[in-house]
């Protein structure tokens, strides 16, 4: 069923807005064969720019293979190898047999196999282990797309979602050396796997990417730009517009500013407003409808101030009141902090918790716009 306001998927065609230098940026290098990075946080439009920019590509003719995995629910090598190799071989091929074909080819000598009996039952894997995983077997999966490539002429592509979940493996760090192994050896593959690897966390990310310098200078990092408000205020009137109602663009434009530009909750709460309206959508209608959509999420918010801890309200309130210099002895007497070491501490643990992140610059930005207005206004209870 075609909506108007798409929230509960990733958008391509119509319904996809702005950000067309970002395509033109990601195609640009997957054209090149570079590995891409994108790490924003969460419903930040990442997918979307992929997909988007993946169907522009095939209307230009251009022919490639998609591979498709999302860690989200991943917490061992093992089930990484196994979800990964299932993501390589699906697309390619699509019968039992075929899929005990290719493990048999390119996987003989490591202890992948293609269980029958496995691949029959609920967990439908296309691929399984018949012993744990060493480094070979995971050096060998991880070539797996790329060898699949060469055989077939055309590249592959290896789009990983929430990829910073591997840092909850048992050892993360001989997954990421081997990927990087694998990426610096393009003797053997070409045309060669490229990786797209995109993740929510957004400080786990830069823990991965910046801090500890893996993939250093074998990834190119994609920032995804906010959208012009004028151009998602188009987007929303030509919407209600096509639906028979009437928004005025000065109410868009205050909801483009609190829910600082994220696409996916201007849809989601224009998609109430559109429900609770017959014609005019009028400043009632936008309160009800932001009413409504706290209320969806404020559960989630209670659980994330009810894991913190007083110094991390106290730093939180901090950010909310525009303090940059935490630090300071002002400061750390005015939100009672103790001491600067706490302060680094404090920082580190709201960052962990993805709560807060901070640019090149030090500057603080807390990461879900719809929480920042909740836990402001709510909470704490300041003007906002």
Known sequence: MDTTFVYDRFVTGKHFIGRKAEC????????????????????????????????????????????????????????FLVSFGSSVIRPVTSTPNEYAAIVSKYLSGTHFIFDKSRFASDA?????????????????????????????????????????????????????????????DKSQESPATVFILTGSTVNAMKYIFE???????????????????????????????????????????????????NLWYLNHFFAICDSLS????????????????????????????????????????????????????DVISKYSLNSSANVRRVKDALKKKEVVTFNEKDEPMILDPLFEYWVSKYYFGMNK
Not at 39 to 47: F, V
């Open 24 to 79: 033109v940026a990601l195609a640009n290098l997957l054209e090149a064969g570079e590995h891409v990075v994108i790490y924003e946080p969460p419903k930040a439009g990442k997918e979307s720019v992929i997909q988007q920019t993946l169907f522009e590509m095939r209307m230009k003719g251009r022919q490639f293979m998609v591979g498709q995995l999302d860690l989200f629910n991943v917490r061992t090598i093992s089930e």
């Open 124 to 184: 439908q894997e296309v691929v399984s282990l018949n012993w744990e995983p060493d480094k070979a077997d995971i050096e060998a999966m991880l070539r797996l797309p790329g060898m699949i490539a060469r055989d077939k002429g055309i590249t592959f592509f290896m789009n990983i979602s929430q990829f910073s979940n591997l840092l909850k493996t048992e050892d993360s760090d001989l997954i990421f050396k081997t990927m990087e192994k694998v990426m610096s």
């Open 211 to 261: 801090e500890k310098k893996f993939f250093y200078h074998m990834v190119e990092h994609l920032p995804l730009h906010s959208v012009d408000n004028r151009e998602i205020i188009d987007y929303i009137v030509k919407g209600f517009m096509f639906t028979g109602k009437v928004v005025e663009k000065e109410l868009v434009l205050g909801a483009c500013r609190l829910f600082r530009g």
């Open 278 to 329: 017959k014609g005019y959508i009028n400043e009632s209608v936008l309160m009800e409808a932001l009413n409504m959509i706290i209320s969806i999420h404020e559960p989630r918010f209670r659980s994330i101030v009810d894991d913190l801890t007083d110094f991390q309200l106290s730093l939180l309130k901090a950010v909310l009141e525009g303090v940059v210099k935490f630090s300071s002895v």
